[in-house]
């Protein structure tokens, strides 16, 4: 397999080059391989959502990946955290404020208050929130990272495993 090279086009067809495109995210974090990558999680998670918001309150424009996790900041100082495998998001910054995210971690699992579904169509991101159904474009999301973040992630783990990601109300329940 050949290097691609900083300057080259980047190999997921957004048309920019690859330093400005996915090798933005070869510099972020990497995960602990030697931890499973629902322990890895558990212990990055939040630190990937502080990063992100840090990153909006500066109005900086950034994407970065962690896991099944995809997270942008915008000029505007909006943060978002997406989930790729079903589509779920939740705002963590809004207009260079930090919101508080709504999530809660334990020794065992991360449960997370997803506020809206999210679909790309037409090249534009459209957010669904689960409160109303109400549905609003989002102009300024980075559409292509998105797009190229869900056909890594779908590539890079099984099946299998993006069905751990998830637990169920049942699957989690105390015993009787």
Known sequence: MAKIGRNDKCPCRSGKKFKKCCGLLERA??????QSPEQALKVTLMD?????QADAVAKK????????????????????ML???QNDCVQVAEKGEILEP????????????????YALRDKKF?????????EQIVEDAPTREINA????????YSSEQLEK??????EHAPKA
């Open 149 to 156: 973040a869900i056909r890594r992630i779908t590539r890079k």
């Open 29 to 34: 974090p990497r995960l602990d391989t030697s």
């Open 126 to 134: 459209v957010l669904t929130a689960y409160a109303n159904k109400g």
């Open 165 to 170: 990601v998830h637990v169920t109300e049942t």
């Open 61 to 80: 424009s950034v994407c970065r990946e962690l896991g099944v996790f995809f997270f942008y900041s915008t000029p505007e100082g909006d943060g978002w």
């Open 102 to 117: 709504p999530i809660d971690e334990n020794s065992e699992t991360i449960e997370i208050n997803w506020s809206h579904m």
């Open 48 to 52: 990937g959502v502080r990063e992100i």
């Open 83 to 85: 989930e790729m495998t």
